[in-house]
Structure formats: C-alpha cells, structure tokens
C-alpha cells in the first residue's frame, strides 16, 4: 500500500512538473512572436490607434514634435545652421512624422525630402504641404536606398529602433557630410545603446538612450558639436540635438 501510494505521489508531481515546461515554453513563443512584428506594422499603428495622443489629427507624431518648448530650440538651432551655407543644402528628413516640426525648414534649404515609413501620413502630408523644393517619399530607411543629399535629419527616430535596425541606417549615412541626430535620452549618466523591440517605446523605459559613437555602433565622425539641449518640466530627460560632420 505505501509503495503504490508513493507510486501515486510521484505521477501526480511529474505530471505538475512537465505541465509548468509547457506553460513556460508556450509563454516564450508568446514573446517570440511580439519581437518579429515588422517596424512598418509597429508604426501604422501608432498612427491608426493614435498612440502618441492628438484626438484632433489624424496624423500626430507626438508632443516632441508639437511641444513649443521642444520644438522651438530645434528649428532655432537648425534654421541657424541651414543659413549659415553661402549655397543651400539639400536636406533629407529621415522619419519626417506629420511635418510639423520640418515645415519651418524647408524654406532655408536647396530641397527638402521628407520620407517616413507610413504610407498614408505621407499621402497626408502631400496634400497638406506643398512647395517647390520640397518631396514627400515613403520609404523603410532600414532596408530602403536613402535619397541623394548634403544634410540627413534624424529628429527622434533612432531612439524607437532596434541596435540591428540603427546599424543598418548608420551604415548609409556615411554619403551625407552633415548628419544631425536629435534624441531623448535620460539626465546625468546611463548606459547607452541598451537593445528595444522597434516601435512606440523608446530606450528611457531601461534608463538608456543612444550614443552613436559608442558601442555597438562606433559611427565614425571627424566632428561633433551639440546645437541645442532642452530640459523640460514634467518629462524626464533631455531632448538633445548633435550635428556630426563625416568628412
């Protein structure tokens, strides 16, 4: 009687065991399955379920492109920088959002184009802005050719990418002599370059944010120089926009 009790026993905590294997592994696939979901996807429904807020807009690519304190320093420190060229540069806006922020520039520079991942927010925009140097393309900048230009902007859109996504664009823009990154990373000291899923979130959650000139993407520059740095009440970190110089 007590053998075939302890041959019970033992059945019922193999049986315990193996379904808790099951259960992790099943749990594991989930996560799985959430890391592949394409960026192009990530960021349609950012925009169609409005993830970054703006009810009033179809469109709306958040209060960092919106906020006039955020917003403000940025295109002071660009139209600063675009002026001070005897000849105007071609500009290419990479992950434009709803050109809120890039329409104020488009005037000082030779062409504008503005490209985001989103096809329907550029249809949006091309009926909303309109002139003669400025084009609107649809373009993933990770797996995409990148149009011809002097000047690339990245105006917080790194910051919602993958480390492999980042080094596959890094890896293109070594034909601009001008690349001007703008992040928000945290204040004081982090660990940078901390790997995320592509999408709505950015690397704050871990307390990280991008360092490009460090690993794993050691982007070589000849020069760099910090245009604006904004610390705003009530969000933590700092908005900070870097201008390199690649040769």
Not at 25 to 42: C, F, H, L, Q, R
Not at 167 to 196: A, C, Q
Request: proline share 4%; hydrophobic share 35%.
């Amino acid at each position: 009687m007590i053998c075939l009790l302890t041959r019970v026993e033992y059945r019922l905590f193999r049986r315990s065991i193996e379904l808790l294997i099951f259960m992790k592994n099943k749990a594991i696939g989930s996560e799985k399955v959430k890391k592949t979901w394409p960026t192009k996807k990530a960021m349609e429904q950012v925009y169609s379920k409005r993830l970054w807020g703006g009810n009033k807009h179809d469109f709306y690519s958040g209060e960092g492109s919106h906020h006039p304190d955020i917003v403000n320093p940025y295109i002071n420190a660009l139209s600063s920088f675009l002026t001070s060229f005897e000849s105007p540069l071609v500009v290419c806006d990479l992950g434009c959002g709803d050109f809120n922020v890039g329409k104020e520039l488009v005037k000082h520079t030779e062409s504008y184009i503005a490209v985001d991942i989103v096809q329907a927010l550029i249809e949006d925009n091309k009926e909303k802005f309109r002139e003669d140097n400025l084009e609107f393309r649809c373009l993933d900048i990770a797996t995409d050719s990148l149009p011809f230009g002097d000047c690339v902007l990245l105006r917080q859109v790194l910051q919602h990418l993958s480390n492999t996504e980042i080094e596959r664009i890094l890896s293109k823009l070594t034909d601009y002599k001008y690349v001007i990154l703008t992040e928000h990373i945290p204040e004081g000291e982090f660990i940078p370059n901390k790997e995320i899923i592509s999408g709505q979130g950015t690397r704050l959650k871990k307390h990280s944010g991008l360092n490009l000139l460090e690993p794993p993407f050691n982007f070589k520059v000849i020069n760099e120089k910090e245009l604006s740095s904004v610390n705003l009440n009530g969000v933590k970190g700092l908005f900070v926009t870097t201008q390199y110089q690649m040769f």
